[in-house]
């Protein structure tokens, strides 16, 4: 079965500082992967995909194969960063997410 | 454009009682899914739909849990009975290539059962 491992429920940091949101995947084959993010009062949406490796708002995740990892990284936090993050992985079915990390970026 | 639409977006019932929720896809978006997202927990896919037809619903409780999507387009969730932990929220997304596009997801439909 897919699953998708993010080991940290919570992970703050000051304005600033380097931040790393770590996910790990299970599927076996190609997978996809994705980040999602939910802000505060908003709904979920998408953050960025590895297909497309492209930096958005600052985040880049790039996808190791070989640790079946697909971390999240912004070299400077912003307290506008602060959310929900979840990792996604599409394989033979649908989207399945991790159960989510919460950035909180104190100032 | 106009996003996912829910409805609607908090419910409280007692356990044994039924609730349904409904959702408007997207205009053009083929593929609609149905996540259940537990407190502290991420969503978990309970049913795909392609168009009116079923992709996936191994994970929907089909005991107690039905969906259709008449059609093509809007989709409505149905719980009947509900029990204590059916309580969470119920988002519908919806996409236009299916799992490997990006999903758009509706504001969710908060359930709590007493």
């Known amino acids: 079965a897919q699953r998708v491992t993010q080991p940290e429920k919570l992970l703050s940091v000051f304005k600033g500082a380097p931040v790393e949101l770590k996910c790990n995947y299970s599927?076996?084959?190609?997978?996809?992967l994705f980040w999602y993010v939910q802000y505060s009062r908003q709904r979920l949406q998408l953050l960025l995909r590895?297909?497309s490796r492209e930096s958005i708002k600052g985040f880049t995740a790039d996808l190791n194969k070989g640790e079946t990892s697909f971390h999240l990284k912004k070299p400077f936090a912003q307290e506008e960063d602060s959310a929900m993050y979840y990792c996604?992985?599409?394989?033979?079915?649908?989207?399945?997410f991790g159960s989510g990390t919460r950035l909180q970026v104190q100032p | 454009e106009a996003g996912v639409a829910q409805s609607p977006r908090y419910k409280i019932i007692e356990k044994r009682q039924s609730v349904a929720f409904w959702c408007n896809p997207i205009?053009?978006?083929?593929?609609l899914y149905w996540y259940q997202q537990i407190l502290g927990q991420g969503p978990k896919l309970l049913i795909q739909?392609?168009?009116?037809?079923?992709?996936?619903d191994s994970q929907l409780p089909k005991d107690r849990f039905s969906a259709e999507r008449l059609k093509g387009v809007d989709s409505t969730l149905k719980i009947q009975p509900a029990k204590l932990e059916d309580s969470a929220v119920y988002l519908c997304?919806?996409?236009?290539?299916?799992?490997?596009?990006?999903?758009?997801f509706g504001e969710g439909s908060r359930l709590t059962v007493l």
């Open positions: 997304a919806s996409s236009l290539m299916g799992s490997t596009g990006e999903l758009f």
């Open positions: 599927y076996s084959g190609s997978p996809e």
């Open positions: 590895h297909i």
């Open positions: 996604a992985q599409s394989g033979r079915r649908a989207l399945t």
């Open positions: 205009s053009g978006h083929a593929t």
């Open positions: 739909f392609q168009n009116n037809g079923v992709v996936d």
